[in-house]
């Protein structure tokens, strides 16, 4: 049995694995596959809360580096049908923004406006018009401006926290009912969906796909391709934290891993557990004997690594037991021939711990 241990901080993968610096124009891209490079935002110069704040210098640093390096950027719901089209390969990058905070209209908004780039802003419509959030019409003057809007469920509730026999119903409803909000208010029917804080189950997902969504955001990073399910998009998430240009530029030059299974299904941990995750993906051009993988909060165990002709099957386990944390990314990262880094994250929710 092959058997090695890593560091679970990311943070530490991006210093040590640094695939260009933020000057540098990313790899040819007709070499590679279609990919979309997707981030998330939420606040703008909100200093108050730094877990989900980004300064605005930061912000236009990054709408800078992609324009400089070239890339096209799209709202989420071009990117997905882009992705599903015969057109071909470019650099395409997604902004999007969740919850439709005051500061994004205040702050970040005119940041887009002045470089001519769109967003899509997924609204809860509960909010609107209260305390921090946006109002109608700030929301109408940023759907001028050539933001996408999307749905983000009425309340934002932690779904999760309810139980099957009226999370469903529940879950349902408010999304009809943000629709039809969004639709009296803004002439607009949303072709796209984001789960409060990342968190679902299948079910979940099945209701969204049900409701004619074209696609939907998840919270766990990577890189979307054609081949991803596209009721879970991977989005990188910006915050103080990890808005570094450097930082930013990596994430951007980042590629997909291409997993083709995954094991177990179920997102939903009981408590206590620490699961162990089988993937199979596509290992045309990688390295996989500098394959790493990372827990959220802990060190990963790399306990079987099997590759036979073009696919290569691994199972990763913390090498301690997941304790009070609700959402953690199980994440696997693999460089390739070129010296580009391939990226796959796995997110875990333990309904039984509340926030």
């Avoid at 939420?42 to 400089?68: C, M, Q, W």
């Avoid at 989005?235 to 030059?253: N, T, V």
């Avoid at 165990?301 to 590759?307: D, I, K, S, Y």
Wanted: overall charge neutral.
């Amino acid at each position: 049995m092959k058997k090695l241990i890593f560091s679970g901080l990311i943070s530490f993968f991006f210093l040590a694995c640094q695939s260009q610096p933020p000057d540098s124009k990313p790899g040819d891209i007709a070499a590679i596959p279609k990919e979309v490079v997707c981030f998330v935002y939420h606040r703008f110069n909100d200093g108050r809360y730094p877990t989900t704040n980004v300064s605005v210098k930061a912000f236009e640093a990054h709408l800078n580096y992609l324009i400089k390096n070239k890339f096209d950027i799209l709202t989420f719901s071009q990117a997905v049908k882009y992705l599903k089209s015969n057109e071909p390969a470019r650099k395409v990058a997604v902004i999007t923004v969740d919850d439709g905070y005051k500061s994004f209209y205040q702050n970040g908004l005119p940041v887009l406006k002045k470089h001519s780039l769109p967003a899509t802003l997924f609204i809860n419509t509960e909010t609107v018009e209260g305390g921090d959030y946006m109002s109608w019409r700030e929301l109408q003057l940023a759907v001028d401006a050539g933001v996408e809007i999307g749905n983000h469920t009425h309340s934002h509730d932690y779904f999760l926290n309810q139980s099957p026999a009226t999370r469903y119903q529940v879950f349902k409803e408010e999304i009809e009912l943000s629709q039809k909000i969004i639709f009296e208010k803004l002439q607009i029917r949303p072709t796209v969906f984001s789960f409060p804080y990342g968190e679902f189950d299948n079910k979940m997902k099945s209701i969204v796909k049900e409701a004619g969504f074209l696609a939907a955001a998840a919270q766990n990073s990577g890189v979307m391709h054609a081949e991803i399910d596209f009721f879970l998009c991977p989005r990188f998430p910006i915050s103080e934290a990890y808005a570094d240009l450097k930082e930013f530029a990596e994430k951007a030059s980042m590629h997909a891993l291409r997993v083709v299974h995954q094991s177990p299904d179920d997102v939903l941990l009981p408590p206590g557990k620490s699961p162990a995750l089988t993937i199979t993906f596509d290992n045309d051009n990688l390295q996989i004997d500098r394959l790493q993988c990372f827990v959220q909060g802990g060190q990963c165990t790399l306990r079987e690594a099997n590759t036979t002709g073009n696919k290569t099957t691994i199972t990763v386990q913390p090498v301690s037991t997941i304790k009070n944390r609700r959402r953690t990314l199980y994440t696997i990262t693999v460089p390739d021939e070129q010296g580009g880094w391939h990226w796959f994250s796995r997110l875990w929710i333990a309904p039984d711990i509340k926030e």
